[in-house]
C-alpha cells in the first residue's frame, strides 16, 4: 500500500440492493489474499460524515452497481469523493435482476453525467 493509504479496496455499494454482495466480496477476498485490507462501511465505518475520508485514504474503489446505487446518498458521497480523489474506481455490475440487479444501460444513464466517463471510461459507456 502507497505511504498514507489505509485500505486497499473500498467497497461502495447499496444496502437496500447489495449488501448480502459486498460481504460476499470482502469475505472472498480476505480468503483468497488474507492480508488485503478492504473497507466495508457496516464493518468499519465508524461515523456517516467520514465516508469520503475513507475513499481518500483507499487504493482502489469498488462500485457495486445494483438496483437504486445511484439513488443513494452514501453512494454518491462515494463516487464523488473517488472521481474528486482520482482514485481507481473499478464497476461491478449485478446483473440478476432477482438479486438487486440492474440492467447496465440503465446504470449508465441513471449515472450523473459529471462523473460518467470517470466512472465508465472516457466514452462513458455510450456508443
Request: with cysteine.
Amino acid at each position: 500500500m502507497r505511504k498514507g493509504q489505509r485500505w486497499h479496496l473500498f467497497v461502495s455499494h447499496t444496502w437496500s440492493s447489495g449488501q448480502d454482495q459486498a460481504h460476499l466480496i470482502k469475505r472472498r477476498l480476505h480468503t483468497l489474499m488474507p492480508g488485503m485490507v478492504v473497507f466495508l462501511d457496516v464493518d468499519d465505518l465508524s461515523h456517516f460524515d467520514q465516508l469520503a475520508d475513507e475513499i481518500a485514504v483507499s487504493e482502489v474503489i469498488l462500485l457495486f452497481l445494483s438496483r437504486g446505487y445511484f439513488s443513494s446518498r452514501a453512494c454518491s458521497i462515494e463516487y464523488q469523493a473517488a472521481a474528486a480523489n482520482r482514485r481507481p474506481c473499478l464497476p461491478v455490475h449485478e446483473a440478476d435482476l432477482n438479486h438487486g440487479g440492474v440492467l447496465l444501460e440503465e446504470c449508465k444513464e441513471q449515472c450523473p453525467t459529471e462523473v460518467r466517463p470517470f466512472i465508465f471510461g472516457e466514452s462513458g459507456g455510450e456508443q
